[in-house]
């Protein structure tokens, strides 16, 4: 019997057992560890949020934090360490290689979802890819969402936790400002090229 509620430990120990477990959990989980989740290794009475602030502050002084992705908390290095880990070399894990394409049709989908693939065809001004589509679901990006009302009821695309794990966004609401980005010129749902849809669908049908 897993005992959550630590009744024999003085209040102090009790805490700094509770943060040991939850820290635990999420340094050895590969994705983000959700709150419920977390909330089985504790008492009833504790607040799991106030155990993550004192975790946090623990770890100010290291090269590495508890940041909140994808609706969960995970390990991430800090950025100012980026550079170092890439001159060392060392393995680590990855995010999925997008090219500028793919990345700016997930970045269309991240912003106007649910979108079927017409729509984003309309936006680029030119058909995207079956392939396309396919290597952004092959890298856990996007998942198919629901039917669109128009005609024929084609799928929709929407994004998925790993984007937003990958991206290190708690929520959609995490994105950079759309209306900064269309300022910019970089987004915009009336259309925009990023200089390499040189990519046809070989089938040229439409979902």
């Not at 003085?10 to 959990?25: D, K, N, S, T, Y």
């Not at 989980?29 to 959700?34: D, F, G, H, L």
């Not at 708690?170 to 010129?185: S, V, Y």
Request: aromatic residues 8%; negative net charge; charged residues 25%.
């Amino acid at each position: 019997m897993f005992d959550t509620e630590l009744s024999h430990l003085p209040p102090e120990l009790r805490w700094r057992e509770w943060m040991a477990r939850v820290e635990a959990v999420i340094f050895a989980s590969a994705t983000p560890v959700a709150r419920d989740t977390l909330a089985r290794l504790v008492g009833r009475g504790c607040n799991v949020d106030l155990i993550i602030d004192d975790i946090r502050a623990e770890l100010r002084g290291r090269p590495y934090e508890l940041v909140a992705v994808a609706g969960g908390w995970q390990h991430r290095t800090k950025p100012a360490y980026a550079e170092a880990i890439r001159m060392a070399g060392a393995p680590t894990s990855t995010t999925a290689s997008l090219s500028q394409h793919e990345a700016m049709v997930l970045m269309a989908i991240g912003y106007f979802q649910p979108m079927t693939r017409a729509e984003l065809s309309g936006i680029f001004g030119r058909e995207v890819s079956r392939d396309t589509i396919a290597a952004l679901r092959d890298a856990g990006f996007v998942a198919s969402g629901p039917r669109s009302p128009m005609p024929g009821a084609p799928y929709t695309y929407v994004t998925t936790p790993a984007f937003l794990s990958a991206f290190g966004l708690d929520t959609l609401r995490d994105l950079p400002d759309a209306e900064m980005l269309e300022d910019a010129g970089l987004l915009s749902r009336r259309g925009f090229s990023d200089g390499s849809l040189d990519e046809p669908d070989k089938d040229g049908e439409q979902e």
